[in-house]
């Protein structure tokens, strides 16, 4: 039944865009499950615009987004705005998580409004300087807001698409809509599922790190102000 809408931001994916997107039509095709592939470009600079629009005209499934802005927050909006089936999941260009959170992450929408991908729980391959950084977060992110999970990250998500859209405006700029969607859900009761995804994230990010950090940080505190105010 249905079907899902798979959104991937894109900034600079001029090696990965088109083998990937290719690898994940294929792997979709194979399991049966009807798609479609939202991508959305903010500002990239190399041949990503031209792959990514060669690739819609190719493929009735694709659809490719391009925006001068920065922001994987934004290009999120522009996918929902678009999105034509009721589960939403997210992935990244690299294909970092392992495809086979696709499958689950779309039979537990059935259940559940969201379903995070935890690559703390799962196998990963990734620096010692990204597994520190993230696991000092998700400490203080469950201390200040008494969440559980273990990744708020944007890739290995899946979201049912009626419950974005009726709480879009937290949907925020950058990379803090995951957690602020969580919070939200657990404050109306309902049900948010982790599961454990195996990650080989083997390339340099293409997000600056610790600019990144302190974004994150910062938003938390918003976050924490937003919670009490909903007590
Ligand atoms: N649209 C858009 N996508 C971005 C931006 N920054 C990163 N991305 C994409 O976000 C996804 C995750 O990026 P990646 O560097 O693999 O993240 P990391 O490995 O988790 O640090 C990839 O598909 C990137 O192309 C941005 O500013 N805009
Ligand atoms: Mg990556």
Known sequence: MGGITINIPVYNEEALLVQNTKRLMDFLEKNRIEYEILLVSNGSTDRTIELGEKLQETHEQIRFFSIDKKGVGIAFRIALTNAKYEKMISMDMDLAVSL????????????????????????????????????????????????????????????????????????????NY????TLCAKKKNLKVIEIPVECVDNRASRFNLVR???????????????ARSLR
Do not use: C, W
Request: aromatic fraction near 14%; proline fraction near 1%.
């Open 100 to 175: 086979l959170f696709i499958p689950q992450a779309y039979r537990l929408l059935d259940d559940y409004t969201i379903v995070l991908g935890s690559k703390v729980l799962g196998n990963q391959k990734r620096s010692i300087f990204r597994k520190l950084g993230g696991l000092s977060y998700i400490y203080i992110s469950k201390l200040l807001l008494g969440l559980n999970y273990h990744d708020y990250s944007i890739g290995g998500k899946g979201f049912r698409t009626q419950f974005l859209r009726e709480n879009q405006k937290i949907i925020d700029d950058e990379t």
């Open 178 to 181: 995951v957690i602020a969607l």
């Open 212 to 226: 990144e950090a302190l974004y994150r940080y910062y938003m938390l505190i918003n976050l924490l102000k937003a």
